[in-house]
T-cell receptor, first 111, second 115 residues
Framework: DQQVKQNSPSLSVQEGRISILNCDYT??????FLWYKKYPAEGPTFLIS?????DKNEDGRFTVFLNKSAKHLSLHIVPSQPGDSAVYFC??????????FGQGTTLQVKP | GAGVSQSPSNKVTEKGKDVELRCDPI?????LYWYRQSLGQGLEFLIY????????KSGLPSDRFSAERTGGSVSTLTIQRTQQEDSAVYLC?????????????FGPGTRLTVL
């Protein structure tokens, strides 16, 4: 019973263009939504988050969008840079902080 | 300041042996989590410690898995009678405060291989 799905296992984007990563969820009790980035042989690092009372949060090149009616979360990176190449995980939380992760999307940004 | 550290970074063991994985959280962080990532999978929640409260063990896959957190700091994840399906990267994370809305800081993980 997967509560979180990242349907695209990989994404390839040209440097300077927009990267859009998507995540769908089923549990309407989630109230905090996060994106983590992971390089090989390292632990995930926090990227950006959004609470359920908002529909958009922006931090520099990174913007997270939340569509609660569609139970859909997305991350936009613009402009994409080669250093953004990594695995991106969406994660969802209730008030315990316990995170439910998606399966990850491997982003490759080509120079 | 120091981040979350984990040891060993790699562990190779034979099926049936017990293993212990260690996590040193960021000093002062009251919440500590264990996750694992199997090959090609996302991160799977295992167990959660918050202060002196009873841990949330709802993610432990079997009774061969247990964890302790001594003195509210260091945590040890123990896997008894390891099986090949236990092979994964085991990740520890810590979080400050009691609010659920702080980000978690992850360690580099321990890669466990069960032969």
């Amino acid at each position: 019973d997967q509560q979180v799905k990242q349907n695209s296992p990989s994404l390839s984007v040209q440097e300077g263009r927009i990267s859009i990563l998507n995540c769908d969820y089923t549990n309407s009790m989630f109230d905090y939504f996060l994106w983590y980035k992971k390089y090989p042989a390292e632990g995930p690092t926090f990227l950006i988050s959004i609470s359920s009372i908002k529909d958009k949060n922006e931090d520099g090149r990174f913007t997270v969008f939340l569509n609660k009616s569609a139970k859909h979360l997305s991350l936009h990176i613009v402009p994409s840079q080669p250093g953004d190449s990594a695995v991106y995980f969406c994660a969802f939380s209730g008030n315990t902080g316990k995170l439910i992760f998606g399966q990850g999307t491997t982003l490759q940004v080509k120079p | 300041g120091a981040g979350v550290s984990q040891s060993p970074s790699n562990k190779v063991t034979e099926k049936g042996k017990d293993v212990e994985l260690r996590c040193d959280p960021i000093s002062g962080h009251t919440a500590l989590y264990w996750y694992r990532q199997s090959l090609g999978q996302g991160l799977e929640f295992l167990i959660y410690f918050q202060g002196n409260s009873a841990p949330d063990k709802s993610g432990l896959p079997s009774d061969r898995f247990s964890a302790e957190r001594t003195g509210g700091s260091v945590s040890t994840l123990t896997i008894q009678r390891t099986q090949q399906e236990d092979s994964a990267v085991y990740l520890c994370a810590s979080r400050p405060g009691t609010s659920g809305y702080n980000e978690q800081f992850f360690g580099p993980g321990t890669r466990l291989t069960v032969l």
